[in-house]
């Protein structure tokens, strides 16, 4: 079983719609779950971080975490063709511990 | 968030030949990593930087064919040698455990990345 799992996609979605991107792990004890954003042929770039059960808003993105289920997920609200780019789940077992999905490609229909 | 450069951008190497990149952090970290990413593909784990001892390396990768240097922390290098066409690849410095203010950081983040083609 792998660290953290993703669907590779690709995900489409039109212009203004909820993308939902979805991941699941299993190491129960991690505590630190990352949603990182990767344009094609540049680095990752972090764009959320959850640590508690629940919802977390940053402007048009809600990061989702459930321990229980060892499910953590990322809404991006109003999508906009500029979000269309690879989305990685990372999560964070142990201090010096990080493990990546393979990611979802997300595209965003004008 | 901690400010990472990579040395060189790119560059195109013959088969056979060796290649240097290097990682610059503005801040003091406690891990570094280098990853590689061939096209299309996900994050690869190549090794652990760990500063005043070797690096630890991941399933599949060697220290005589990628090793790697952590002097202090802030800088690190990662060599690519005897390449060939198949180490053609985006090779990416991260760090995590960045100090700033007093608190120490443990969200992870990237390098711009060195894109090598060996031909």
């Known amino acids: 079983q792998k660290e953290v799992e993703q669907n590779s996609g690709p995900l489409s979605v039109p212009e203004g719609a909820i993308a939902s991107l979805n991941c699941t792990y299993s190491?129960?004890?991690?505590?630190?779950f990352f949603w990182y954003r990767q344009y094609s042929g540049k680095s990752p770039e972090l764009i959320m971080f959850i640590y508690s059960n629940g919802d977390k808003e940053d402007g048009r993105f809600t990061a989702q975490l459930n321990k229980a289920s060892q499910y953590v997920s990322l809404l991006i609200r109003d999508s906009q063709p500029s979000d269309s780019a690879t989305y990685l789940c990372?999560?964070?077992?142990?201090?010096?511990?990080?493990?990546f999905g393979t990611g979802t490609s997300l595209t965003v229909i004008p | 968030s901690a400010v990472i450069s990579q040395k060189p951008s790119r560059d195109i190497c013959q088969r056979g030949t060796s290649l240097t990149i290097q990682c610059q952090v503005d801040s003091q970290v406690t891990m570094m990593f280098w990853y590689r990413q061939q096209p299309g593909q996900s994050l690869t784990l190549i090794a652990t930087?760990?500063?005043?001892?070797?690096?630890?390396?991941e399933s599949g990768f060697v220290i005589d064919k990628f090793p790697i240097s952590r002097p202090n922390l802030t800088f690190s290098t990662l060599t690519v040698s005897n390449m060939s066409p198949e180490d053609s690849s985006i090779y990416l410095c991260?760090?995590?455990?960045?100090?700033?203010?007093?608190?120490?950081?443990?969200?992870?983040?990237f390098g711009p990345g060195t894109r090598l083609t060996v031909t």
């Open positions: 190491d129960r004890g991690s505590q630190s």
């Open positions: 930087a760990n500063q005043g001892s070797e690096a630890t390396y």
């Open positions: 990372a999560v964070n077992p142990r201090r010096n511990q990080f493990y």
């Open positions: 991260s760090v995590l455990g960045w100090t700033s203010g007093g608190t120490t950081s443990y969200e992870q983040y």
